[in-house]
């Protein structure tokens, strides 16, 4: 079942609109389940948040093929950023899970307005990405927490520590990147 060309553009309007909200909502939930690290600033979670869903919605755009390695790393940038957050992996699930629940509890008034088929096909597309996602996340989790470990000979130190900078600097790279994708559409 293939979402047609109108209904992914509808999609994408609406997660446009709808992505400073989405956001807020998202790093309410973050920050209420006491998941990020005081290291983490609230602006810079909310750009990383912010990013991951730019990414999103480029995937349900006319670039969306071009979109899948910008959003592998994105995810893999996530779930690296958690490991120095200090989270455990099943949170990194639970994180990007509730993306889901905000995805289809903000989008059933867009998707309400389509045929039920294509509707469906839409949904069924976002949550293969975020499925994606997920496992790229934790990949990048685990990763990161390998090399932490190893670096250190499997003693966690405070080298582990995020590094604000280096993970603003990695994001900038990936916001580049997804504003070249998006300035040949």
Request: hydrophobic share 45%; charged share 25%; glycine share 6%.
């Amino acid at each position: 079942m293939r979402a047609s060309h109108p209904a992914l553009l509808a999609t994408g309007r609406a997660l446009a609109e709808l992505r400073d909200p989405l956001v807020r909502q998202w790093a309410d939930w973050l920050v209420d389940r006491s998941s990020t690290s005081p290291a983490v600033p609230r602006p810079l979670l909310e750009r990383e948040l912010q990013l991951l869903l730019d990414v999103l919605t480029e995937l349900v755009g006319p670039l969306r093929r071009e979109a899948v390695e910008i959003w592998a790393t994105a995810c893999e940038h996530y779930g690296r950023s958690a490991a120095a957050r200090g989270l455990a992996a099943g949170e990194v699930v639970d994180e990007i899970q509730f993306l889901r629940e905000l995805l289809i509890r903000n989008l059933a008034g867009t998707l309400a307005t389509m045929r039920p088929r294509q509707a469906m096909a839409i949904m069924l597309r976002l949550n293969q990405v975020l499925d994606r996602g997920i496992g790229v996340a934790v990949a990048g989790y685990t990763d990161a927490l390998v090399a932490q470990l190893l670096a250190h000979n499997g003693v966690p130190s405070e080298g582990n520590a995020l590094d604000p900078a280096e993970v603003e600097r990695q994001m900038s790279d990936i916001e580049r990147r997804l504003g070249e994708l998006t300035a040949r559409s």
